[in-house]
């Protein structure tokens, strides 16, 4: 087994490690959550895990089943006509007493039987409750992938929602940019007409408004791929025509590191599904150990026959059979080394698979949290450039008006504005998207099963 690993642990505030919170419930939006919830009983991948699961229990049920004795009916009917025939025959006598006898003649002989057959391995060496034990690992595995995947669904609907309201909080800055630019242009052309500007200022401001409009059809294109994931994930594909409603703002998470530990990244559902793997493959490994021991049948029969002889009947009789069968394996040519040696691979592949998933956990984490202080960072430093970038704007104007600056002074601040506040947007929008990141790394409050 691998050594503890010291990892990174983030504490996410509010309190979202609690198994009983849902986790996108932090971003405060009703919406959001409505979609989450949705995409958690519709959405088809999910679906799929349910029905993996539905068949590692089916699975399972079979492994049982081989601990348990096997009760079958039997039934055989001969009819036995031509050529020359010899068996023992019982013939009743007037007395009622019933004399045995011989034949060997063409007779017609009908013989029918029926009965019951039992058969029962005793499993003394433990393989079938090894391979029961293999089965309900796979069971616990698959019900831990399904919780990673719903996990990864409803981050993924979150992500998507956050990429959604981030393009249309840029489609309306651009709106807002194009209408007070097309304003300017509009002033700018009166005061050009009084002889207090030029055409090469009016030039100008048609041209920055030509480049802000030309961003308006990959904004809109971007919120549409937005709504059509959305409705991909949620199987409502309605949401693509019909626009959801304008939320109010979506509270950004704080985040903060508190320590070091590796039990919280072990609490995801992928690592604890690898883990059970591992408890999967050691049982599978004693299943191939016990084929090198004897394995210990119990049979038994139990079972009534008659027969006809040229219409004549000779009667029934009751017949049964019960004992113990040994089989001990001799000579496989290697086959049952070889399956122990495969097994035993299997078995180291598995905890490979168990250190890597904690690892990767460990640079998602990592990833996420060291993202999110960076775009917590730019956003704050962005806050203060569209401020700034605003001062600029109306100073530029007032000194254009009184003819201390020229207007390529006012063009430069529409600019900077502009992208100060896109800028901030994106940046914004990355933050939450990498706090997203975060609480999946972490699986975040996810309820456990």
Do not use: C, H
């Not at 058969?119 to 595995?141: C, H, I, P, T, Y």
């Not at 194009?178 to 242009?185: G, I, Y």
């Not at 009534?304 to 029934?316: F, I, Y």
Request: net charge neutral.
């Amino acid at each position: 087994m691998m050594r503890p690993v010291a990892l990174l642990v983030l504490t996410l505030l509010p309190v979202v490690l609690s198994a009983a919170d849902s986790w996108w419930k932090v971003y405060g939006d009703p919406q959001l959550d409505a979609l989450v919830e949705k995409a958690l009983t519709a959405n088809v991948d999910l679906q799929s895990a349910t029905q993996r699961i539905a068949e590692a229990r089916a699975l399972r049920g079979g492994s049982r089943s081989a601990l348990l004795p096997s009760l079958d009916v039997t039934g055989s009917a001969q009819r036995l006509r031509g050529g020359f025939q010899q068996g023992v025959v019982r013939i009743p006598r007037a007395s009622g007493e019933v004399a045995g006898g011989t034949f060997v003649a063409p007779f017609e002989t009908n013989i029918f039987s029926g009965g019951l057959d039992m058969k029962w391995e005793l499993d003394l060496f433990g393989g079938n409750r090894a391979a029961l034990a293999a089965s309900s690992a796979d069971v616990q595995a698959e019900a831990q992938l399904r919780e990673d995947l719903a996990i990864s669904v409803s981050a993924e609907v979150a992500r998507t929602y956050l990429e959604l309201r981030g393009a249309e909080e840029r489609l309306l800055i651009t709106q807002r940019s194009r209408d007070t630019q097309a304003d300017v242009l509009g002033l700018t052309k009166t005061r050009a007409e009084a002889g207090l500007a030029t055409q090469l200022d009016v030039e100008r401001q048609e041209t920055l408004l030509a480049n802000t409009e030309a961003n308006l059809p990959a904004l809109e294109n971007e919120r549409v791929l937005r709504l059509t994931r959305l409705a991909v994930l949620t199987t409502d594909q309605s949401l693509v025509t019909r626009p959801l409603a304008t939320p109010s703002a979506v509270v950004s998470p704080k985040l903060d590191a508190t320590g070091i530990d590796s039990t919280l990244l072990r609490r995801r559902p992928d690592v604890r599904a690898a883990e059970t793997r591992i408890q999967a493959a050691l049982s599978r490994l004693r299943v191939a150990r016990s084929d090198l021991y004897p394995k210990i049948n119990l049979n038994g029969l139990l079972g009534r026959q008659s027969t006809t002889v040229s219409g004549l009947s000779l009667g029934g009789g009751n017949f049964f059979s019960i004992g113990p069968q040994l089989t001990l394996p001799i000579f496989s040519g290697g086959r049952i080394r070889s399956n122990i040696a495969v097994n035993d691979a299997r078995v180291e592949q598995a905890r490979l698979t168990y250190q890597n998933e904690i690892l990767l956990a460990f640079e998602e984490a990592e990833k996420a949290i060291s993202g999110y202080r960076q775009q917590q960072a730019r956003t704050a430093k962005l806050d203060a450039a569209v401020s700034s970038s605003a001062r600029s704007l109306e100073l530029s104007r007032e000194l254009n008006t009184a003819g201390i600056e020229d207007f390529l002074t006012v063009l430069d601040a529409q600019r900077s504005v502009f992208d100060a506040e896109l800028q901030r947007s994106e940046s914004n929008t990355t933050a939450l998207v990498e706090s997203v990141r975060l609480y999946k790394a972490l699986a975040g409050g996810w309820p456990q099963p």
